[in-house]
């Protein structure tokens, strides 16, 4: 089984950093390709960062290169979301997603797997 649970969303100011994390309760978790997905209101679920199994390639959103950095603590069965200089448009329910292949993909159709996601507010 796979089951993710995320956590450290908040109400956080333009220009804050905020850190979340996603932790699988299963015993597959070193197999896996990770991802962030976040979708506001009203807009449909935008990829956000992904990492393959090995940590040694990651990918971004056009958006969030430079201020959100995507890891994994294979030892601790979670990934992380590090986000910093955040702008009110990053304001979304933020989530985990999982999936076995070769590489991780940009298309939520992709991860069969999801979490329940946290809300990230950034607001003045």
């Known amino acids: 089984q796979v089951q993710l649970v995320e956590s450290g969303g908040g109400l956080v100011q333009p220009e804050d950093s905020l850190k979340l994390s996603c932790a699988q309760s299963g015993r597959t978790f070193n197999s896996l390709r990770l991802a962030w997905f976040r979708q506001a209101p009203g807009k449909e679920r935008a990829f956000v960062a992904a990492?393959?199994?090995?940590?040694?390639?990651?990918y971004y959103a056009d958006s969030v290169r430079g201020r959100f950095t995507i890891s994994r603590d294979n030892a601790k069965n979670t990934v992380y979301l590090q986000m910093s200089s955040l702008k009110p448009e990053d304001t979304a329910v933020y989530y985990c997603?999982?999936?076995?292949?070769?590489?991780?993909?940009?298309?939520?159709?992709?991860?069969?797997?999801w979490g329940q996601g946290t809300q990230v507010t950034v607001s003045s």
């Open positions: 997603a999982a999936r076995f292949g070769f590489a991780p993909s940009s298309i939520a159709s992709a991860y069969p797997y």
């Open positions: 990492i393959d199994d090995s940590a040694r390639n990651t």
